[in-house]
Structures are given as C-alpha cells and as structure tokens.
C-alpha cells in the first residue's frame, strides 16, 4: 500500500505539487492521470524518496520513506520516467546488478532472475547486450529489474512511452498479472484510454493538485457525462492537454 | 561495504568492454608519453652528439681582405665556404636558411687592421633559431680567441707582458653528475606519468556519473536502498583500478624506452629500471585516489557526456601547473612543498632519477597530502550524489 498525505513540493518560484493526497491499494492498479507538468513525476519522485517533499509524508506499507528510507525501498519496486539500462552489460547482468544492490544473495537473485524471465518471456534475449535490445524488450528488462527484490508495491512513471502498441499491450498484462498477485501497483500516464483501460482507480491530477479520486466509473457518474473521455475533460477543464 | 564493491565489479566490468575507454585507458594514455618522450629525447640526444663532432660552417664573404684570419679558422678546423655577399645578401641567405652563419671581412679590414684600430667583421646569424645559434656561439669563441692572440702579440712586441690583461683567472667546476645532467632532458617526464594515471580514468569517471545520467539509468539507480557514499565510493574505486593499470603500464613502457634512447652518448646515465620504476609507482600510488576523485567530482557536475569531457580534459592539464611551476623557480625536494600534490611527486621522482637520497619522511608526507585531499572529494561528491539536484 501506498500513501500520499498533503504532499507538498516548490522548485523556486514554481509550486510543482500542492498539498496532494491518496492511497494506492494492494492488488489494484492505481492510476495518475494528467497532462505534461501537471506535476505527476514530481509526485512519484516523493513517493520513492528521491525528492523530499517540503511538507506532507509519503509511506510505503506504512513505513515513512523519509524516516526509513531503506526500508520502505525494500517493499517498493520503482521504474523511473528514464528506466536506461547498462548498454555494456547483457540484460541478466542488469537485473543482477539490481539484486545485489538490494543485497540480496547471489543463489536467490539467480532463481528470481530466472522466474521473472519466465514471467516477463525475456528468455530469447537475456544473454544479450541491452545496447541491441528493442524498446519494447529494454522495458521488459527494467521492469524484472525493479521487481528482483519481490516488492509488494510497484511504481511506474509513464511506462508505455515510447513502445510500440505490441508492447503496450505486454506491459498492459504484465501490470495486470502483478495486480493479480496482490501488489500494489501505481503508475503514472497522460494517456486516457490507457488509464481508463487498466485502473481499478484513478487520481487525476492538473496544476500540482489532486481533480478527482475516484474509480473510473464513479468519475464518468458524478459529471454525467456519457463518455469517459467527456467525463475526464470536464473534470480536467478543456484546456488540459490530455490526449 | 557490498554494495560499495557490487558497484565496483559493475563499472569495471562495463568498461572492460568499452572500447572508448580500453583505448584511452591502455593504450593512449600510457603508450603516448613513454614514446613521444623517447622520439624527442633520443633526436635531442642524437643531435648535439652530432653537433659537437661535426666541425663549424661558416660562410666567409671576403676572405681576401683577411688572409691572417681566414687561414687560423682553417687551422681551427672550421670549414669555410667562400661567397661574395653584400650585407643584405648575407641576411636573405641565413633567413632563407642556405646558410647557417656568414661572416663578412669588409675591405676597410686591412687598414685598420695594419693601423692596430679595431677592424670591423660582421656574423650574421639567426638568434631564434636553436641550431645556427649553436653555430654563431662557436664561431663567436673562435673569433674571440683569434683576437686575443692578436692583442697579446702587439702587447709583447711593444714590451709589455700580455698577462697584465689577464686580472682574472676563472676557472670552472661543473658539479652536475652524469645522471644529473640527464634529469635536465628527462626531468619532465614525470609529467606524462601523472598524465597517464588520469587519462587511465577519464572515460570511466565520464560513463560512471554523466553517463549514467545520459543513459538514463541514474534516477533508477538512486532509488535503491543504497548509500550514496556507497554509490560514489564504488564508482571512484573502479576509476582508480583503471588508473593504477594505466600507471603500470605507462612505467613499463618508459623502461622499454628508455633501453632504446642513446643517453650514455653523453656520458649520461639514466637510472630508469625495473626497481626505480616500482619506486615511482609506489611514489605515485596515493595520486591516483585524488586523481579518481577529482575527476568523479568534476563529472557529477556536469549534465551530458559531452561537458564531462569538456571540463575534464582541463583537468588533465591540473597537475602541468606545479609542475612548470617547480621548472621555472627551480625548486628542490622539500617537507614543506610535500603537500603539494603532482608537485611532490615531481619532486620525489626527479630526486630518485637523481640518485639523491629520498627521505622516508617526505615520501610520507607527500602521500598524506594527496590521500587527505582525496578523501576530502570524495565527502564533497558523496554529498553532492545525496542532493536532489543530482537528478537533474
């Protein structure tokens, strides 16, 4: 599980996230919706703790990332906005490297590679540099490496960008094989049809502030709207860029 | 500690299997200097071997209004081509270079010369250019001794004894051993050393913060439940395993090269073997840590590979400054310029090359130097890596 309370962060004169609240259950996928610099990276970053928020508290499994930060990272699996591997080294040393960084045992980062590899169907091409991988392998790659450690909570800035629809729709199963599993998934997007798709739940942010938190159909009922894409922008106001 | 070491094995790794930094690291870095030192050192060497035997050439432009002096130059074994040049002719010719030095007898010589006046003679010659330099200083002696022979001849004939224009005898001890005078020609050497222990981390300490920021695996790698010191600490560790490699290999080839260079043509000897060349490792053992750190520094710094590279090949040209430094007020092994680094492992080389006596106590001090300012860049970047900035 994790939770946001009244987040807050400034970068100078520009006040990114203002007091930003929710929860993202375990064994549901939690979405955050909103157009470029609505503020959603800057939120995750607080989330996995390498901003730290000006006020407010960010918590994983209950545990404070500020205060325990190691801990809390044991039970979270992050892929960045920039999810780049080591070109030099072949897809398996990536996510071995991961492993032990997160200490785990060499014979336990061997067979979690292994299972993940099944799971995430990397075996034609896990004894290959990452330079000549695809985007959409390099991704698959990045997501094995931020589960190595068995996290019960995933997060995800914008993963689809970039991919081609194929791999789109792999990630999309791979993001529900995890929720079937009971983690905790989050993940960030400006893309509707993707969220609405996929979301159990959907925090929609614009202007650093929290819009709506609801589940995807609450949000279409309570605008009255017939489409979701009408409901979304009413919420949003037209002038949001969200596609 | 393990992840200090998990990300050590990683870099070295991965850079094992960069060409970019297998390049700059073992073959550059090292193999330059030994062998652009042993081409210079052994044409400088070769040349004034040749210059001394060789005998002078002078171009004499009117030798017949001199016969006295133009037959005690053939008796000094100069060898003399005759021309007629004007003065301005001489000048074109020693310009043009078809011609090193002219001397020109003009024909008032005679007169004056029989009327015990001074009788003029011009040497024309080039003063910038090093070669015909050597050749007018010669030719200049020459025409001196000749002189004074001739004064001394007028003063004896005339009953006064030549020794009177003599006040002062001075007489020269050159203290400068055979290996000594090798240090003036080799004494910058110990810069390539430096040179290739920083080039030998350059790409590595370039790949390990600004590319890891380029490629974009730096904000993944931050949100690990991972020291950042542990971070740094790895990454400044495999920069100096790619230094210490540098450094052995740059040592090794200078005692290949320097078997090849004919110093003991000059009665020099160059005392550079297998055992000096462990010395100077050990000597500059504690500048590879700051110059790994340094450059880490640097590089965490900067947001693509490209600035990296821009504000770190500046950085390979830090420790020249101490360096000419110490060439141009000549200083010597000191405890007080120890802690200096570059400079005093300069000094502490060219001392060992020198066969003089090294103290324990400086070579401790001089390690202590470079080791505490190392350590403090690395808290600099480790405290840099803990800021958020670094995300960039």
Known sequence: ?243 | MHALFTVFAKEFVENLRDRRTLLSALLFGPLFGPLLFGLMVSRMLSQSVVEADEPLKLTISGSGNAPGLTHYLEAQGVKLTMAELSENEARAAVRGGTAQVVLIIPEEYGRRFTAATPAPVLLVADSADSQTRKSADRARIILGSYASSIAQLRLEIRGVNPLLTVPVAVNEIDVATPTGRAVVVLGFMTYFVLFAVLMGGLYLAIDSTAGERERGSLEALLSLPVARSSLVGGKILATCAYMCISLGLSLSAFVCVFRFVPLEKLGMSANLGVGTALIFFAICLPFVPLGAALMTFVASFTRSYREAQTYLTAVLLVPTLPIAFASIYSLKTRSSLMFIPSLSQHLLMTSVLKDEAVAARDVWLSALGSIGLALLLMVLTARHWRRETMLG
């Open chain 1, 1 to 243: 599980m994790i939770e946001a309370t009244n987040l807050s962060k400034r970068f100078g004169d520009i006040e990114a996230v203002r007091d930003i609240s929710f929860v993202a259950h375990d064994g549901a996928i939690t979405g955050i919706l909103g157009a470029n610099g609505a503020g959603k990276s800057t939120t995750l970053r607080m989330l996995y703790g390498v901003l730290t928020p000006d006020s407010g508290k960010a918590s994983i499994d209950g545990i404070d990332i500020r205060g325990e930060t190691s801990k809390a990272r044991a039970h979270l699996g992050v892929l960045p906005h920039a999810a780049g591997l080591y070109g030099n080294l072949t897809a398996r040393e990536n996510i071995h490297y991961f492993g032990s960084l997160h200490g785990i045992g060499a014979d336990l980062v061997r067979s979690r590679t292994a299972e993940l590899a099944r799971l995430l169907g990397l075996d034609s091409f896990i004894e290959r540099r990452a330079k000549g991988l695809s985007q959409g392998q390099r991704i698959k790659v990045a997501l094995a490496r931020a589960l190595i450690h068995d996290p019960g909570n995933i997060v995800l800035d914008e993963p689809t960008n970039g991919l081609d629809v194929m791999a789109i729709r792999s990630l999309r199963e791979m993001l529900l094989s995890l929720k079937a599993q009971g983690r905790c998934v989050l993940f960030s997007s400006h893309v509707m049809q993707e969220v609405a798709a996929l979301c159990d739940r959907v925090v929609i942010i614009g202007h650093g502030c929290v819009l709506a938190d609801a589940t995807v159909d609450s949000i279409r009922q309570a605008s009255g709207a017939a489409s979701l894409e009408e409901a979304f922008l009413q919420v949003l106001g037209d002038t949001e860029g969200v596609s």
